[in-house]
């Protein structure tokens, strides 16, 4: 069984740091493929409601970023602590937004192309303008 949670987020100026943490209490961890997805105030249009951030592979030898975080944003994972980060820089207040671990098992490079299996219930993250 899967089950994630998020923890980390808060308020914090804009051009600061921040680390979100998932962790998984299941027992499969390191067979889970790990996603970062968020979702930005406002109505986007049908389909974008989540943006897809990253996706990491169990072993770690597979790393997704989306265009919008490159170089900014760093996704890692300690199988050991069943746990996946999300180590974030130079926040803008673009970047406000509730922030998603999400999972499936198998491999991490159709992570893009389905909607995750897991979820977790988000953990908010406000850069004020």
């Known amino acids: 069984q899967v089950h994630l949670m998020e923890s980390g987020g808060g308020l914090v100026h804009a051009g600061s740091s921040l680390t979100l943490s998932c962790t998984d209490s299941?027992?499969?961890?390191?067979?889970?493929?790990m996603t970062w997805f968020r979702q930005r105030p406002g109505k986007a249009a049908p389909g974008k409601e989540r943006?897809?951030?990253?996706?990491?592979?169990?072993?770690?030898?597979?790393?997704y970023y989306a265009d919008s975080v490159k170089g900014r944003f760093t996704v890692s994972r300690d199988n050991a602590k069943n746990t996946q980060y999300l180590q974030m820089t130079s926040l803008e207040p673009e970047d406000t937004a509730v922030y998603y671990c999400?999972?499936?098992?198998?491999?991490?490079?159709?992570?893009?192309?389905?909607?995750?299996?897991?979820w977790g219930q988000g953990t908010r993250v406000t850069v004020p303008s």
């Open positions: 299941g027992r499969a961890f390191s067979d889970l493929a």
């Open positions: 943006e897809l951030l990253t996706v990491i592979s169990g072993t770690g030898d597979y790393i």
């Open positions: 999400a999972a499936s098992f198998g491999p991490a490079q159709r992570m893009g192309m389905i909607m995750p299996d897991y």
